[in-house]
Nanobody, 115 residues
Framework: QVQLVESGGGLVQPGGSLRLSCAASGSIFSINAMGWFRQAPGKQRELVAAITSGGRTNYADSVKGRFTISRANAMNTVYLQMNSLKPEDTAVYTC?????????WGQGTQVTVSS
C-alpha cells in the first residue's frame, strides 16, 4: 500500500507561481511512476504531468513550458512547479502513484488562479 499526502495549493494571481508537493509513504519501493492530475468543475480529470522511476517525464500540451515535475529521494516526494499560471489552470490537483497492481490517489489540493 502507498499513502500520498499533497500540499502547496492555494490562491494565486494570473502569471504567478505555485509549487505542489506530494509525499509518498508505505511501499514506495514498488512505485513505477507518479504524477499529477487535475479536475476543474464540469470537466473530466486530466493528466497534468508524470514522472517515472527512471526519471522520464510527460506533460499535457496545455502546461508544457510552464510546469515542471520533479522528484526527490527516489519516489518519496514529487513536486509540481507551476509558473505563468492562468485562470484555466484552476482545478483540484491530485497526486497519483502507480505500481504493478494498482493506482493510488491523494486527497487533492485546490489551486485557484484569479485576480
Amino acid at each position: 500500500q502507498v499513502q500520498l499526502v499533497e500540499s502547496g495549493g492555494g490562491l494565486v494571481q494570473p502569471g504567478g507561481s505555485l509549487r505542489l508537493s506530494c509525499a509518498a509513504s508505505g511501499s514506495i519501493f514498488s512505485i513505477n511512476a507518479m504524477g499529477w492530475f487535475r479536475q476543474a468543475p464540469g470537466k473530466q480529470r486530466e493528466l497534468v504531468a508524470a514522472i517515472t522511476s527512471g526519471g522520464r517525464t510527460n506533460y499535457a500540451d496545455s502546461v508544457k513550458g510552464r510546469f515542471t515535475i520533479s522528484r526527490a529521494n527516489a519516489m518519496n516526494t514529487v513536486y509540481l512547479q507551476m509558473n505563468s499560471l492562468k485562470p484555466e489552470d484552476t482545478a483540484v490537483y491530485t497526486c497519483n502513484a502507480e505500481d504493478l497492481m494498482k493506482d493510488y490517489w491523494g486527497q487533492g489540493t485546490q489551486v485557484t488562479v484569479s485576480s
